[in-house]
């Protein structure tokens, strides 16, 4: 039987988010309240308030198709009281009670007043204040999502974003028969699979946002601490041994039929840590990453950086003429860890029963769509333990299996052609006064900006740029604190990483909003144009919005340096195409180095955002 509290969720999940259709493409609208919760996400006992949407951890998916409009209604629902403020010289995005909602992934094309960035697209949504978001997706589809984008909220304020292609993809689209499995198969690009899931890997830490950002800016940071926790679809147990709290929902369970199909989607809503991800005995069939279609390649184990998302396709598979009926363990695992236990706490079950079966045994898994909503059900018998056998993760290979895989499309012309420049982003830290410590992009920290820069542009009173005198020079307009683009501009951005003298060469999971991009070269040591300009060693690059700039040594260099120097230690070549004017962010998808300052803005185009034939309008 399903319980009341089950019938109450789907009843919630029905009245926040409701649907209209107009010309073929649809009208979706969700609410979101913001509140603090004490939540026991990890089974630690640690009950910390955290900020959650509509009290849920993963917050709500959207679910919608290429072309429809989404109108999400962020109310929040905080106090002014108790309302922190943080140090000036810093990216945190507004005061400790503010939210905004960024889309991740979602290009917002001719909408970037609604990017959900602090200050560069809209003010910060204050205690007591709702703010609507209006946009339409288009010519996208996959796996995206959403999360706070003030202070490192988004630990705890984030949910799924599915886009799909067609009514084919769509389960809600597809009938479902009397056991709740579906009629027909679900089809995207080339593939056909039964049924879909999702997985959502977090962390958690035992401290709220306040702390852990007000530690992050002070005089006295010795460094990033690792979550204790890590969460899929909002739950894990922090130690086995001893799990604690009558509120402690144990692990995630995936229920699978293994006669059937499976598309799952992995979504990376980490904050700070590149997780490994697998399922014992399983390869792991890549088909999409970023949105992008791709053709199929097993890998043993996924690599997710923060903010990278991925489809694998789970196929019936016999072991010994048998098919498979029992538990197997999904795992995590810290990469590229320095000085850090890489083991991960974060778990989870994939579990094989027929379909028939999962209607009476499915603990709660990540739902979003109505065949799946039918097989929620909060079992009363909650799993405090994984199969013995796990996943061992191999030693880290930088840029994992990236130049082996292919679009299913052919690779852009745009991706092949000369660009009209290249900017270089030399990257790095450097300690303040009292031993603070910031990132920086060619030794400027991000600050917030005193006004928010969208609303400048649409007000007339921002300067526009001169691009003529920008192209001549490193690109960085210091008065408008960008880098400003032409409209359709084709731009290569080198992403090069340092560390200084003694310091450990760190990975950075760059972000770009906006925008899609090619990575097309990468490389060890120091980025030399002459050298490397025209090397092309990613054979088919593929759009994506992620990319990890792998910390990979030149021996030389290292062998040089002295104290006090600033070591060049890898670097990433990207290429974007300038197409959808605005102001967008580009920054370090570390959360940490994004607040201490390890982000920019790209001004394209401000000039068009004011004219009649905006790009992208209704």
Request: with cysteine; net charge negative; charged share 20%.
């Amino acid at each position: 039987m399903i319980s009341l509290y089950s019938l109450l969720i789907l009843l919630f999940i029905i009245l926040s988010t409701t649907t209209n259709s107009i010309h073929g493409y649809e009208t979706h609208y969700y609410e979101f309240n913001i509140t603090r919760e004490q939540y026991n996400a990890d089974c630690s006992g640690y009950m910390g308030e955290k900020l959650m949407v509509n009290q849920q951890l993963p917050g709500p998916t959207i679910s919608v198709a290429t072309g429809d409009r989404v109108k999400v209604l962020v109310r929040n629902l905080l106090s002014s009281n108790n309302d922190t403020s943080f140090r000036q010289d810093s990216s945190v995005g507004g005061r400790s009670n503010d939210i905004t909602i960024h889309y991740h992934g979602i290009r917002q094309y001719g909408t970037p007043e609604y990017d959900g960035v602090p200050y560069i697209s809209q003010d910060p949504i204050g205690p007591g204040e709702s703010f609507l978001y209006d946009f339409r997706v288009h010519d996208q589809s996959g796996t995206y999502f959403y999360h706070a984008h003030v202070s490192s909220h988004d630990e705890s304020v984030f949910g799924p974003f599915i886009v799909y292609e067609s009514e084919r993809a769509d389960p809600d689209k597809i009938l479902l028969q009397q056991n709740g499995t579906l009629l027909q198969k679900l089809s995207a690009g080339p593939y056909e699979y039964d049924d879909e899931r999702t997985i959502i890997l977090s962390e958690w830490w035992h401290e709220t946002a306040e702390e852990m950002t007000s530690y992050l800016l002070a005089p006295g940071f010795h460094g990033i601490p690792d979550a204790p926790s890590i969460l899929l679809n909002g739950r894990t147990i922090n130690d086995p041994t001893y799990p604690q709290g009558p509120d402690c929902r144990g692990y995630s369970v995936i229920s699978v039929d293994p006669d059937k199909t499976y598309r799952i989607r992995v979504i990376g809503a980490t904050a700070f840590r590149t997780l490994g991800f697998a399922i014992a005995q399983h390869d792991l069939t890549v088909i999409e990453v970023d949105g992008t279609m791709l053709q199929p390649y097993d890998v043993p184990f996924l690599e997710i950086s923060a903010g990278q998302r991925f489809s694998i396709l789970l196929k019936p598979k016999f072991r010994h003429h048998r098919k498979r009926q029992k538990d197997y363990s999904i795992t995590t695992q810290r990469r590229y860890a320095e000085g850090v236990d890489p083991f991960s706490n974060g778990m989870a079950i994939l579990r094989y029963t027929s379909s028939a079966q999962q209607l009476e045994q499915q603990d709660y898994q990540l739902v979003h769509n109505e065949s799946q909503k039918k097989k929620e059900v909060q079992n009363s018998v909650k799993v405090y333990q994984t199969p013995r056998d796990k996943f061992t993760f191999p030693d880290i290979i930088p840029h994992w299996y990236w130049s082996n895989l292919i679009p299913v499309n052919d690779v852009s012309v745009v991706a092949r052609q000369e660009p009209d420049r290249t900017l270089i982003f030399y990257t790095g830290n450097e300690k303040l006064e009292g031993e603070a410590e910031r990132w920086h992009i060619n030794d400027v920290i991000f600050e917030d900006p005193k006004e928010t820069i969208m609303t400048t542009i649409l007000s007339g009173k921002r300067q526009e740029p001169n691009y003529q005198q920008l192209i001549t020079t490193s690109g960085f307009d210091p008065y408008l604190n960008t880098y400003p683009l032409k409209f359709k501009e084709t731009v290569d951005i080198v992403i090069q990483t340092t560390h200084g003298y003694g310091d450990t060469c760190r990975s950075h999971p760059w972000h770009t909003h906006g925008h899609s991009f090619w990575e097309i070269a990468y490389g060890p040591g120091k980025y030399d144009e002459k050298k490397d300009g025209n090397l092309r060693n990613i054979p088919h690059p593929f759009l994506r919005d992620v990319t990890l700039v792998d910390p990979v040594l030149d021996p030389q260099l290292e062998k040089e340096a002295k104290p006090g120097d600033v070591i060049p230690c890898g670097w990433t070549k990207i290429r974007l195409y300038a197409d959808n004017p605005g102001v967008w962010a580009i920054h370090c998808h570390n959360t940490m180095h994004m607040i201490m300052g390890m982000m920019t803005a790209l001004e394209i185009a401000p000039e068009m955002l004011l004219s009649e034939k905006r790009v992208g309008t209704y």
